[in-house]
């Protein structure tokens, strides 16, 4: 892909195709190509961001059998083999909004670091972190809290959920409306999701 034109609602409506096969179908001809343009672009900005390289890994859905997938994504992570099991960053879509985090996921060693970090430096986390950003403990949950609706008495709950629930994750970032006109501009939308990977960037190396 040469020229990346953000994404329309018609990216957005594969998630209304029915039937897994169907709606894979529309995923790989319609997001995936974006998504690859994206984790190659941002793998760079990342490898740059965060001294060491970086790879984008674009979700395969391969595990599915019957359920079509509700949201699809690529990361990127600092290996080769995988994303799971490293703190990483992501840039994906449901069905209402694009989603731009960082997430340490169930299957990371990582999370334990992380909760440590959160649960000692609540307060400052509270601080810098910008108010519309969200904060989910789910990945398959599109919704998450507001940041500005937490208290640093809950960032201290959620360290301690990630700590003691093995089935427990931790995602911070940006939410943006299938319907806002940012989406419908390459560059703005890359600006954008560069100047979130920036901002998040600090719980990235907490998380190490």
């Not at 998630?15 to 995923?27: K, Q």
């Not at 409306?177 to 560059?187: T, V």
């Amino acid at each position: 892909m040469t020229n990346f034109n953000g994404f329309t609602a018609q990216d957005f409506d594969v998630f209304t195709v029915p039937g897994l096969e169907g709606r894979m179908e529309a995923i790989i001809g319609q997001v995936r190509p974006k998504l690859e343009y994206l984790g190659q672009t941002l793998a760079t900005y990342l490898s740059a961001l965060c001294g060491e390289e970086m790879y984008p890994h674009v979700a395969k859905h391969a595990r599915r059998t019957v359920n079509p997938p509700i949201d699809t994504w690529v990361a990127m992570a600092s290996s080769k083999r995988g994303y799971k099991a490293l703190p990483h960053f992501e840039v994906g879509l449901f069905s209402t909004h694009l989603f731009i985090i960082f997430a340490v996921i169930y299957e990371s060693p990582n999370k334990l670091v992380f909760a440590d970090f959160l649960d000692k430096h609540a307060n400052h986390v509270k601080k810098t972190m910008p108010e519309n950003f969200f904060w989910s403990m789910d990945h398959f949950n599109p919704n998450g809290t507001l940041h500005a609706e937490l208290k640093p008495a809950e960032f201290k709950k959620m360290a301690e959920r990630l700590k003691n629930v093995k089935k427990a994750e931790m995602m911070c970032g940006l939410r943006i409306e299938r319907d806002d006109p940012i989406l419908l501009s390459g560059d703005k939308l890359l600006a954008k999701i560069e100047e979130t990977f920036s901002t998040l960037h600090p719980l990235y190396k907490a998380s190490f």
